[in-house]
């Protein structure tokens, strides 16, 4: 019997030496279309610039021209919206993983709609500036993550409930900022609507600094430890079965996913979808049963930084990266649920 099994360990051995060279290979090919798009962001505009001078002006030397519109203008935009997408794609992927649905994204179970709220309440009635704002909204994600918890908590932790609450919460949330933006001033509302679409307008290295630091602590440990995990996918007690300490794995997921949504959303407002489409669009491109959280975030980079461009080039007017986003995502959103459909009644 072990005699005839030995070739069914060896075949094993070698699909999962192909599915783990077939994931670095998307992985590599993700992370390449990231610096593409990162370099395209640099060089294109209303002036272009040779791959030389964007690269001189990286390195710190002075070239006419280039080192305002690049070093000054276009580098934090271009880097902010990596380090935003990183951190949306992640943390979507997470709840998604951790949840077990794929509908359990920062932008349906009420997180983002924290940090909105707060956003608008601070520009429009508080008449708080941008610093102030962000922090604000930072303090709210948080905040609305754990109420949102709490609330589900009963008894032990069901994501059916978490998603339900969170959808309820995110609903009486979007009514907030709905009558909030109905007694704004026409300032203050314009303030106010073009954070809510998410922008990368008027980025600057103190708006970058937050985000790299927050993604610089919480990613790389993220991705390590993202296998716990994917085994978290088939229930708390396989994972407990298979050595993964589920209570505390959960606890840090949750506390990581919240705080770089939270830091995001300060730093560039709640660009929609982002980090609800990056799960899916990774599992559909890897087609592997291993973890997606290093994918997603390389996917949702990817997102923001091509939305980004379309918005700035492709129409006549300029238009911020959420309005792309978002027009990407609702139909995304819609072929999801008619897809869950069917699975259903099948």
């Known amino acids: 019997m072990s005699a005839a099994a030995i070739p069914d360990v060896k075949a094993l051995r070698v699909a999962r030496s192909r599915r783990i ?157 709905t009558y909030t933006l109905a007694q704004a001033s026409a300032w203050d509302l314009q303030v106010a609507t073009r954070w809510l679409t998410g922008s990368l307008n008027s980025a600057g290295w103190p708006r970058v600094a937050p985000l790299a630091a927050t993604c610089a602590v919480i990613l790389p440990s993220m991705w390590v430890n993202s296998s716990k995990l994917a085994t978290m996918r088939f229930g708390d007690d396989t994972a407990s079965g298979l050595g993964v300490k589920v209570f505390s794995v959960r606890v840090w997921t949750i506390v990581a996913a919240v705080t770089l949504v939270a830091v995001a959303t300060s730093s560039c407002g709640p660009i929609a979808f982002v980090a609800f489409m990056s799960g899916p669009i990774a599992a559909r491109i890897s087609r592997s049963a291993s973890s997606l959280v290093l994918p997603a975030s390389l996917v949702g980079a990817i997102l923001v930084l091509a939305s980004d461009l379309i918005g700035q080039f492709a129409f006549g007017a300029r238009y911020p990266v959420g309005i792309i986003t978002g027009a990407l995502g609702a139909p995304f959103l819609v072929y999801l649920l008619i897809r869950s459909n069917r699975q259903r009644r099948n």
């Open 21 to 177: 060279r077939a994931q670095a290979l998307v992985v590599l090919v993700l992370a390449f279309l990231v610096v593409g798009l990162w370099a395209a962001s640099l060089m294109f505009g209303e002036s272009f610039y040779g791959p030389s001078e964007v690269w001189r002006v990286i390195a710190g030397e002075r070239v006419p021209g280039a080192s305002f519109t690049v070093g000054t203008l276009r580098l934090p935009r271009a880097t902010l919206a990596v380090l935003a997408g990183l951190a949306f794609g992640s943390a979507g992927v997470t709840f998604q993983t951790l949840l077990r649905n794929q509908l359990a994204s920062p932008d349906v179970i009420g997180i983002s709609a924290g940090a909105s709220a707060a956003g608008v309440i601070g520009i429009v009635i508080l008449g708080l500036n941008e610093t102030t704002v962000s922090l604000l909204a930072l303090a709210a994600a948080i905040g609305t993550a754990v109420a949102i918890y709490a609330l589900s908590y009963k008894g032990g932790f069901a994501g059916t409930r978490l998603i339900l609450i969170g959808i309820g919460v995110s609903s009486m949330l979007g009514a907030v900022v």
